[in-house]
């Protein structure tokens, strides 16, 4: 009953938030139903095009969504359930939401430009630079991270290849996830060149999903987890070249559905639970201020992440969503309500280990994803019977495709930013670059470049990366909200209501990195530091340096405005 109550809480506080805060922040910005977006003023065919706010809403949702509001509070979860409750519902709504919604209406503000331009103009070509460098170290562990979580959940052994029948769970999720991409061109074809309507294309988008479900439970694929990592990475450089209408934009909105119906079922499982007593939620209420994973500050607000709070958010607004926006009063349901359906999500996920908190704790599952899928199908039914398995693998599946949209859009953003870093401001795209520069702005050449990276460090232990990326993503909301605080200033619109959340979430983050630095010169003066160690070292020492000076870039720019709106 305590897992029921909890989830009733949470949604009636995020609707609460939504409807409250969501609307006085449209309120106190200046939201305009008649302005035009970017999407139609710049409409190209390619990255600018303006989609069907449903469709939007499900690439942006997926995007955002990836695997982190399931490894993130499921990690945390060690804290005892009301630390991670609290953060998930609060920060959500006042920190995440913020973020992610003030982001993509300044970004639409600026012809669909990337956070990188937005800073150019409060805080100078210097800070504008330094941002992106920035990004892209968090990109880079955004495409590891990812890799790592979809490699870990498609593969079986190293050296097998091939199919399957009587399929593992790892061998239907990877080839119904296949099936998926095939699938996802065809609905963008079939809605893009055939001009058949959403509603139908959608009926037959859920048919399409349940076919390939069920071939996918009966013939599995079998390749190893190397093999995985490379087939990914040119997934992923392909998927980020190509028209969004062609993947992106279907892919992300047919995974949406997944999501949906992943949710939806979960909440089913809570309420069988609760009244049959299929499985019991054993987390304790408050666990302690220091775990396994650290003190609970800054350890619980750097681990729940996306739950919560994440730049990587900030990136997909301004990268992809802000360039497919057809109307600014869609902004609050992309932008703030995803966010908030995200929060959700992490309550979620936090109520699904619950009810395998004992094995989690004791090391029984691979990953977060697994115990994930177990705690729900544990709702339902003991281990082992045919309806567990099948729950259990669809929620392996969701969370697959979750991860590779987050992929998808993520390789996209860094063709953008790499792109943006090496131009000058005179120049518009690559080929109006000279010499090396065109190289190097070249969009095969920065996707490529950042693939490689990726799939490399993928190649570790999620443990050796998640915790840095948990403290890179969410430093990059702090300077995020430092971002468009700036901007709102600058504008004379009200921007007071990010000065608390910035100072938070920029105050947590270089606490945990400067930790990780201390811990990781530690190893290597005491002679146990492996090569990730010091990649861990390297990353956390350029990241908050970076920061370090884009919060005096930003302190500066605030002092000039304070001085400007004295002197008026």
Request: net charge positive.
């Amino acid at each position: 009953m305590t897992a029921l109550l909890i989830i009733i809480a949470a949604i009636a506080f995020l609707i609460i938030g939504y409807v409250t805060y969501g609307s006085w922040l449209a309120k106190q910005w200046g939201i305009d139903p008649t302005k035009k977006t970017p999407a139609i003023e710049k409409e190209d065919g390619v990255d600018y095009v303006a989609a069907k706010p449903a469709v939007l809403m499900g690439h942006h949702f997926s995007s955002i969504a990836g695997a982190g509001p399931i490894n993130g509070p499921i990690q945390a979860s060690v804290f005892g359930w009301l630390p991670v409750f609290l953060w998930c519902v609060i920060g959500g709504i006042f920190f995440g939401g913020l973020q992610d919604y003030g982001s993509l209406f300044a970004s639409i503000r600026h012809d669909g430009k990337s956070l990188g331009e937005i800073i150019k103009d409060t805080m100078g070509e210097r800070a504008k630079k330094l941002f992106i460098i920035f990004a892209l170290l968090v990109l880079i562990l955004v495409i590891a991270s990812f890799v790592n979580v979809v490699a870990g959940t498609f593969f079986t052994e190293e050296g097998g290849f091939g199919f399957a029948g009587n399929p593992t769970g790892n061998q239907a999720t990877a080839m119904i996830s296949l099936l998926f991409i095939v699938l996802a061109v065809i609905y963008g074809y079939v809605t893009n060149k055939l001009n058949v309507k959403t509603l139908p294309a959608s009926i037959g988008g859920v048919i399409g999903i349940i076919l390939i479900t069920v071939i996918g439970l009966n013939c599995g694929f079998v390749m190893g987890r190397t093999a995985w990592i490379i087939f990914i990475g040119i997934y992923i450089v392909v998927a980020s070249l190509v028209p969004v209408w062609i993947l992106l934009q279907p892919r992300d909105y047919l995974s949406s559905f997944l999501l949906y119906a992943m949710m939806a079922l979960a909440v089913i499982g809570i309420l069988v639970s609760a009244f049959t007593g299929n499985a019991s939620f054993t987390i304790p209420a408050f666990a302690g201020w220091k775990t396994s994973i650290g003190n609970l500050f800054p350890a619980l607000f750097i681990t729940v992440a996306c739950g919560a709070c994440s730049g990587f958010h900030s990136l997909i607004s301004t990268g992809t969503s802000s360039k497919q926006l057809s109307n600014e009063k869609d902004a609050k349901p992309i932008g703030y309500g995803s966010m908030l359906i995200e929060s959700a999500l992490g309550i979620v996920s936090l109520i699904a280990v619950g009810m395998v908190f004992g094995k989690y704790t004791g090391g029984e599952f691979g990953s977060p994803s697994a115990a994930f899928g177990a705690g729900i199908a544990t709702m339902f039914g003991g281990e082992g019977t045919p309806i567990y398995n099948t729950i259990y693998a669809l929620l392996t599946l969701a969370v697959s495709v979750f991860a590779l949209t987050s992929l998808d859009t993520g390789t996209r953003l860094s063709r953008f930013m790499f792109s943006e870093l090496f131009l000058k401001e005179e120049e518009a795209t690559w080929k109006d670059a000279t010499g090396i520069r065109k190289i190097l702005a070249h969009p095969l050449f920065g996707t490529t470049f950042m693939v490689v990276i990726g799939c490399v460090l993928g190649g570790l232990k999620l443990s050796a990366i998640w915790g840095l990326f948990g403290a890179a993503n969410q430093l990059l909301a702090g300077i995020a909200l430092l971002a468009v605080c700036a901007w709102l200033g600058e504008v004379g619109k009200n921007n007071k209501m990010f000065f608390i959340p910035m100072i938070f979430m920029l105050c947590a983050t270089l606490t945990s990195l400067v930790l990780t630095i201390i811990k990781k010169f530690q190893a290597i003066g005491g002679g146990e530091a492996v090569w990730g160690d010091w990649f861990q070292l390297v990353f956390a020492l350029a990241m908050t340096v970076l920061a370090v000076i884009l919060v005096i870039e930003g302190v500066q720019t605030f002092q000039a405005q304070a001085k400007g709106k004295k002197a008026a």
